[in-house]
């Protein structure tokens, strides 16, 4: 038998940013979100648009954590990599970060097909911190980027549909808790990369799903889609029905005719096959297309203005080009969710291919002929029954497993008692994390650290909860008890578990910071600055030593409780604070951004003016974050200097 698909291992090295630390302190509020819209304007949107896009919105990000510890300085580091290729296709998979499709080329061309970013460099995109641009990236979860983009996921090698071999990825998504696999292979002489995906409900519950597949591709393109109507969304956060391909005289499906960061989610007519392309001058380009469950197709764009270039610039090194993505997904839009029944699963195929067909002229035309290349290069009916033949492999059990990713799933799977065929959740991937938890779930009880460290991860779901209430009332026991009942939505219940674990906690800090929390959230802001200054204080006596998880706390803490300080204008109380902290992480980006808060504070403008001539980078600086620009015209009516431009909507008039 012909072996028609080989995957071998491969390392990539790459200049990369060491990934650093996750975040310690539990997520108890969202990060900024800029993907949502006005309830009032939810009454313009189609009635079952509107009902997805209000269902079930996370309440925070718990209980995953924020990956905020990367930053810019890169050298070359070796990335592990998964190679799968026919004589037609290369594809090179990323299983330690989201399991990205970082390159597919066509052989017989020899063109990438993606944009294939050439360094590693996380930026606060996902919705939990660190996410990089470039390839094929599958997001699952809620509106964003997924909280596994710098993650590892599982992967192994099983036997594909037509008996060659197929690479399964598969992990445990934990802001839904809803298991996914997502099997990539390369039939017999094709032009095109298959993926097929699947999604399961293991629950006695409905649960939102939430899935886009995104794909970069060089922005020196015209993207095309079978498509009449968009909706536009932009950082103004407005969803509004605009015409394709033009709306106030401009041709919007160029990438590079757009001024601003902007999202097109084309509305594809009932019946109409899925599918969308983005071509180069010369008609050669990339098509993505899929059974019709995938239903969404989009177009995002950074635009050309300052703020789009220089986030271009940030995400990669000096003299690479641009992009933008081509996406599809599960609704018509990214700000909705789609509710899974009880005990169920969805599942679909997509295809991935080279396309070459004219990108200029009139709309309809060049979509038509679009249309009819794709349907003779891969007609629709093979689409679907791809899908068909592809459904009674994915129970498959794996064989060769080629990475590892979290041990969260095979903890769920002991509680649930589930059978997942095709994609085990192996007691032995079961780590550090994972044993207070499988101790509370097999003893009822949760262990008291031996040593004095930051808390460990809080699981969050009902029945974590319930295990919760009935264990003995530790302090540990206690604080996790209270950021569980806090993600429920119980602040009241939470605030009095914080408040009980104090009297006999030998760690006060992390209760006094979610105490802090609770403050702020309830409008009592000096009170919140008074608890935050005593965390900071025990922190400060209870640190051991300057290893990784101390230093990640004390950065943390420190930043959450000047923000709190100054809030409140106990500017000097927040200077002091930062002094203490290790000049090291004084010197990081994020604290010399606060510095100039400060110094402005002080009244002291010069020394302001000072940092930015002096020049700083904020690692973590979030998508559509303008703090940069605010406090600059604090100090000057001059000119935000381009290398700190990241704005990303127009000015407002």
């Known amino acids: 038998m012909v072996i028609v698909t080989t995957i071998r291992r491969e390392v990539l090295t790459l200049p990369a940013a ?37 269902l079930a919105p996370l309440r925070s990000l718990l209980p995953v954590r924020v990956r905020d510890g990367y930053g810019r300085a890169r050298e070359p580091r070796e990335i592990d990599a998964l190679v799968i290729e026919n004589d037609r296709l290369r594809a090179t998979v990323l299983p330690g970060l989201g399991g990205r499709v970082a390159s597919l080329l066509h052989k017989p061309t020899g063109r990438e097909l993606l944009y294939r970013n050439p360094v590693f460099q996380p930026a606060n995109f996902a919705l939990n911190g660190a996410w990089y641009s470039g390839g094929i990236e599958w997001n699952i979860g809620a509106t964003g980027h997924t909280a596994l983009s710098c993650s590892p996921l599982h992967a192994a090698r099983v036997p594909a549909p037509d008996g060659g071999e197929m690479l399964r990825l598969w992990e445990w998504e934990r802001l839904r808790d809803l298991p996914f696999q997502v099997d990539l292979w390369l039939p017999e002489h094709s032009d095109f990369l298959y993926v097929g995906v699947r999604i399961r409900n293991p629950h006695e519950r409905a649960v939102p799903a939430y899935w886009w597949s995104n794909t970069a591709v060089p922005e020196e393109r015209r993207v095309l889609a079978p498509a009449q109507e968009a909706w536009h969304f932009g950082y103004e956060r407005r969803l509004r029905r605009v015409p394709v391909p033009s709306y106030e005289g401009i041709d919007r499906t160029y990438p590079l005719n757009s001024p601003y960061a902007a999202d097109y989610f084309y509305e594809l007519p009932n019946g109409r096959r899925r599918w969308i392309a983005a071509l180069d001058a010369d008609g050669h380009g990339l098509v993505q297309t899929s059974t019709d469950v995938l239903r969404g197709r989009k177009l995002f764009v950074w635009g050309t203005g300052s703020g789009g270039r220089r986030w271009q610039e940030w995400l990669t090194e000096p003299g690479t080009g641009g992009y933008c ?38 709309w309809d035309t060049v979509v038509g002929e679009a249309e009819t290349r794709l349907e003779t290069a891969l007609p629709r009916a093979d689409v679907d029954a791809a899908h068909a033949a592809w459904k009674p492999h994915a129970d498959t059990d794996p064989g060769d497993i080629l990475a590892t990713g979290s041990g969260w799933g095979a903890l769920e799977v002991l509680r649930g008692d589930w059978k997942l065929p095709g994609t085990p959740f192996d007691e032995g991937t079961l780590g550090e994390a994972q044993k207070p938890w499988l101790q509370l779930l097999r003893a009822g009880t949760l ?25 003995p009332a530790t302090p540990l026991t206690e604080y996790h008890l209270g950021v569980a009942q806090w993600h429920a939505g119980d602040r009241a219940q939470a605030v009095r578990s914080w408040e009980r674990a104090l009297e006999l906690a030998p760690s006060l800090w992390p209760l006094l910071r979610c105490l802090a929390v609770a403050d702020q959230e309830a409008g009592n802001h000096e009170r919140a600055a008074d608890r935050y200054a005593d965390a900071f204080d025990d922190l400060c006596h209870e640190r051991r030593d300057n290893g990784e998880s101390w230093t990640a706390a004390t950065a943390a803490l420190g930043r959450e409780a000047i923000e709190a300080l100054l809030a409140v204008r106990r500017t000097a109380q927040a200077r002091g604070i930062l002094e203490r902290l290790h000049p090291a992480i004084r010197e990081h980006g994020r604290f010399r951004l606060i510095d100039v808060r400060l ?9 302001a003016r000072a940092v930015f001539s002096a020049g700083f980078e904020v690692a973590d600086l979030r998508e559509g974050a303008e703090a940069i620009g605010s406090l600059w015209a604090r100090l000057t009516d001059e000119p935000l200097p381009p290398h700190f431009d990241f704005r990303m909507r127009p000015p407002e008039s």
């Open 447 to 471: 262990p008291e650290q031996r040593r004095v460290r930051p808390p460990g991860e809080t699981l969050v779901a009902p029945h974590w909860r319930d295990m919760l209430e009935t264990a």
């Open 325 to 362: 993505e081509i996406q599809a997904g599960l609704a018509r839009t990214q700000l909705e969710h789609v509710l899974m029944d009880a005990a169920s699963e969805v599942s679909w195929l997509e295809a991935y291919g080279p396309l070459e067909s004219p990108r200029a002229g009139e």
């Open 599 to 607: 110094l402005l504070a002080e009244d002291r403008p010069d020394e």
């Open 18 to 54: 060491q990934a650093g630390p996750d975040n310690p302190l539990p997520p108890l509020r969202m990060l900024h979100e800029v993907h949502r819209i006005e309830d009032r304007d939810r009454d313009e949107l189609p009635r079952d648009m509107a009902r997805q896009v209000g």
